[in-house]
């Protein structure tokens, strides 16, 4: 074989490569999990993070990735990522990344700490960075918050009109305030507005989710 059929072979055997790379990527779901630590919310800690590993976790396949943050006063902080992973093809290598990742989250839930302030907007956006580094077909937002955003004096939190392109969101576990039993109008106002300003930021869709068992369904339709 001469040096220019070589050549050829090279390009074409690469050009393969890269093909079935990127078949893996548009098949590939990464999801971002968010957490409020913030006022009474900071007490569903436990229960949000059993909802991670039982309902999130074990639904991940090789090559998807997973991120988990928390939402205080200043959620666009890379300290606030918490725990995050990118699954090997190796089935087994996976499975030692899953277990390594729950072990996170265990440890995680037995730190202390309330955020006086709730950010939601911030780790939104620190979530689409994560996300869209990946490169991954599917991506999504969880949200575990009671979903009333209190910034701190000064701060700004403007989406950009594609900040959630490609990205569907989901509120999960979204206890409700002491004024929303009075007045149910103050709870389903509060998610429709979250609704309406992500789907202008370009999310491809939003959803409530009350079920925690209904999680493995929401993923796999991702997919």
């Known amino acids: 074989m001469d040096m220019n059929n070589i050549r050829a072979f090279i390009i074409i055997a690469l050009s393969l490569v ?92 037995k730190t202390g700490g309330q955020a006086r302030f709730t950010d939601i907007s911030g780790a939104m956006m620190l979530c689409t960075d994560y996300l869209k580094k990946t490169g991954s077909g599917n991506q999504s937002i969880i949200v575990f918050s009671d979903m009333r955003e209190e910034l701190k004096e000064g701060f700004k939190r403007n989406f950009d009109e594609n900040e959630f392109e490609g990205i569907n969101i989901a509120a999960m576990n979204v206890i409700k305030l002491s004024p929303d039993s009075s007045d149910p109008k103050l709870y389903r106002d509060r998610l429709a507005s979250w609704e309406k300003r992500v789907l202008k930021s370009g999310a491809n869709a939003w959803e409530v989710i009350i079920d925690p068992l209904k999680i493995p369904e929401y993923i796999e339709r991702l997919r």
């Open 18 to 109: 890269c093909s079935a790379c990127g078949d893996n990527k548009r098949h590939e779901t990464a999801i971002c999990a968010l957490m409020d630590i913030s006022g009474t919310y900071a007490d569903e800690k436990p229960n949000v993070i059993k909802i991670v590993k039982a309902g999130i976790v074990p639904q991940m396949s090789p090559g998807d990735s997973l991120f988990f943050i928390t939402i205080d006063s200043n959620s666009y902080d890379e300290q606030n990522l918490k725990a995050s992973l990118t699954l090997d093809y190796t089935p087994s290598k996976a499975n030692r990344q899953k277990l390594a990742f729950a072990t996170k989250l265990d440890e995680y839930a």
